[in-house]
């Protein structure tokens, strides 16, 4: 199945933000909750073997949007690699949260993930991913995720992670060393400029990197999904109490 689905927040004439642009098919069901917030509704199962989903986000200068999942994404196996692909634009003095619940990788899944984001100068941006390696009792499919970030035009985070049993050197004790989980939060906030930043671990299992600009990557492994969420909001809230 192929789909697509595209949301685009403008500012009114009172400066606050509105829908300008609202469409999707099925399975990407878009629905506007409250605010400026907006909802990914799964019209059918999956992703599915073979799927190729795509999500178009765009926010325009001064506008505000906040997008979240209302429950986990199953990946399912099926003839041919399934595919989600976003690409997400925030204006000057835009703000975007991407705020979805888990991926689940379900066992025999191929699965491919890609998102490409640009980020104006004066803008914030939250984009926090979670994978999750199998449902309950069953070894987890391959998910290969690539995030690829740019701010005020010029490189910011090029990031790549490969999971499950299609890529075995994810289970070493060099990169996961048996963990079932993996996320991780970008944070993208322009009152940091200037601001001297350094690594720090939480936890053990948690790490708060430092980006240049005005820029910060919490990444976080765990056993299971609530422990991971867990250490990720940790960490967002560290970096939100420094700013």
Not at 86 to 93: M, S, T
């Amino acid at each position: 199945m192929i789909a697509r689905g595209r949301v685009v927040v403008e500012t009114d004439g009172g400066g606050r933000s509105r829908l300008a642009c609202l469409r999707s098919e099925g399975p990407l069901v878009l629905r506007p909750t409250s605010g400026s917030v907006v909802h990914l509704v799964g019209g059918a199962g999956g992703p599915l073997g073979g799927d190729v989903l795509t999500i178009e986000i765009v926010v325009g200068p001064g506008a505000e949007l906040t997008l979240r999942t209302v429950a986990a994404a199953v990946v399912l196996p099926g003839p041919a690699p399934s595919t989600v692909e976003i690409d997400a634009r925030v204006g000057e003095g835009g703000r975007l949260w991407w705020l979805p619940e888990p991926t689940v990788a379900a066992a025999g899944c191929d699965h491919r993930s890609r998102a490409r984001i640009s980020v104006a100068a004066g803008a914030r941006l939250v984009w926090r991913e979670e994978l999750v390696g199998g449902r309950h009792g069953e070894v987890g499919g391959s998910v290969s995720s690539r995030m690829s970030v740019d701010l005020d035009g010029r490189p910011l985070l090029r990031h790549q992670l490969d999971v499950g049993p299609g890529y075995p050197v994810w289970a070493s004790p060099a990169v996961a060393a048996g963990a079932r989980c993996a996320g991780s939060v970008l944070v993208v906030d322009p009152t940091w400029a200037g601001a001297v930043r350094r690594p720090a671990v939480l936890d053990g299992c948690a790490a708060v990197l430092p980006l240049e600009g005005p820029a910060a990557q919490v990444v976080a492994l765990a056993d299971d999904a609530r422990t991971l969420r867990r250490l990720l909001d940790g960490g967002h809230e560290a970096l939100a109490g420094t700013s």
